[in-house]
């Protein structure tokens, strides 16, 4: 399964440039590298101007989704398109949607955990549907939104479900880039599942963030890292059948006591 991932310098505070931005990313990519799934960062519409998102969140998951859907469908390319901001019921979410190559949405997931950090419980209402894992090609995967891999039992219960891919998707700052990576590796390793993440580089008036996407095999060995300060793209192909046999090599799914804890 060949990977492509969008490290963005997003324009913050611009949803239509961004949409702009990431229609041209996905055009020249799918003509170079044509992969089979793409992936974009956190809440890649408005960046994190979480006062403004009132007037610039998407409404129901449009205008964006249905530009995600035209994009997968002209380009036959799977999409695992990050995140954006959200606006249902008058309350503002941060959701991922995933399309399929025939433009079909296999799935959406508002970001359970929400940061005190960057006081997001006053702009932004957490998801409260479980999270669940959805199939494209056939293989189980799942997806994250940042602050979410601090949470080691989503992973867990992503990988325990079948998943073999976690996405992880980010706007994470470069002040706590160790954490980032570290936490990463840890998911890879202790599920023993790919990790394919999409961060974001540049600034916003508070933050700098991370860039270091990552695509991380199920051993956890580094197979793609972006640079902190680099827009770019990080193209890689998975080997699924890893995944059976480092879960055979090292059986800790069956060396499992859960009723002890
Ligand atoms: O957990 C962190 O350090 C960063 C989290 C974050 O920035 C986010 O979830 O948007």
Known sequence: MK?????????????????????????E?????????????????????????????????????????KLAKQHHVNIVGGSIANKKEGKIY??????????????????????PMLNEHKYLTGGTNQIETFELE?????????????????????????AQILH???EWPLIRKNHWKYLQLAR??????FIVSSNITGSNDTETFAGT??????????IKVGSEVKEE????????????KIRESVPVFSSRVPKLY
């Open 168 to 170: 992880v998707v980010a």
């Open 213 to 222: 996407s990552m695509i991380i095999d199920p051993w956890g060995d580094v």
């Open 94 to 115: 941060n959701t991922s949607l995933v399309i399929n190559r025939e433009g079909a949405v296999v799935h959406r997931y508002d970001k359970i955990h929400l940061v």
């Open 138 to 162: 056939g293989i189980k995967m799942g997806v994250i939104i940042c602050y979410d891999l601090r949470f080691p039992e989503l992973a867990r219960k992503l990988a325990l479900e079948g």
């Open 188 to 193: 890879a390793i202790e599920n023993q599942m």
């Open 29 to 69: 990519t799918m003509e170079k590298e044509k992969p089979d799934v793409l992936v974009l960062p956190e809440m890649w519409n408005t960046g994190f101007t979480l006062a403004e998102l009132d007037k610039l969140a998407d409404e129901d998951n449009e205008p964006t989704q249905s530009l995600l859907q």
């Open 3 to 27: 990977y492509a991932v969008y490290q963005m310098n997003l324009i913050v505070g611009n949803p239509q440039e961004n949409r702009e931005k990431v229609s041209s990313w996905i055009n």
């Open 233 to 244: 793209t990080l193209i890689a192909t998975l080997d699924l059948d890893a995944v059976p």
